[in-house]
């Protein structure tokens, strides 16, 4: 069972506020011009009107730079998109503020096709695809210099949601090479957070035997060794665990203290 059961913190998430958002948020947009008119900006207004509980803490300049929100003594990003464009804001907000980057992960999708002439949609179909806080860390390696400043948080929305495509792909079916054109939160389901460097450690299941290779951390989270090596080395790298020796062809690691 994967230790990240210890960083939930369901107790603490308000899914009724976060419902009465987004039905006005959705709500108000479908009634003035359609599904999917904010084009992948709903997920990001939903998540900013759920962090931020006061309007005017929304869209605050600082620094020569553009915060999604500010509280007064914190800085709360809200990032759907790649986080290279993330680096030089933390550049300048780091050494000053507190920051937390807020990155939703579609625990479970159902998805909808869209037609773009008529903009008749297909029924939902739920995804076989379910969304995962270690597929994250490609995200996460690209900040990867700044992971270890205590001042940086790092916050992952666990969302079921639905994602409307438009059929404009090239295949036969026009759905292989298609553009995403919405995604619709239907429920706010956990919330994962990166704190402190020690919340890192938390990604090893409990039961791991150390020391441990890439392909039996993988086969304990049930990720790809891709995926698993690319959390691992980002762990290695904040010293979280340390690369030992080799078996066979990999290397094995162990937990610091």
Known sequence: MSALNTLNTLDILDTERFEDIKNRIVGSERAKNGIGTLKEKTVHAILKDYYAADKEMQEISLDGYVADIYTGTEIIEIQTGSFNRMRNKLDRFLPKYPVTIVYPIPKIKYLIWMDEETGECSKPRKSPM????????????????????????????????????LLNGWSEDKKRGSCRYDRIPKTLLDEVRFDRLMDYARLIPSGLEEPFTVIEFGKAIKERKETAGMVLHILNYLHVIRRCENRGRYYTYRMNN
Request: net charge neutral; hydrophobic share 35%.
């Open 130 to 165: 379910r969304g995962s806080v270690y597929r994250a860390f490609y995200e996460l390696y690209k900040i990867k210099p700044y992971l270890a400043d205590p001042n940086l948080h790092i916050c992952f929305p666990l969302l079921e949601l639905e994602e409307y495509r």
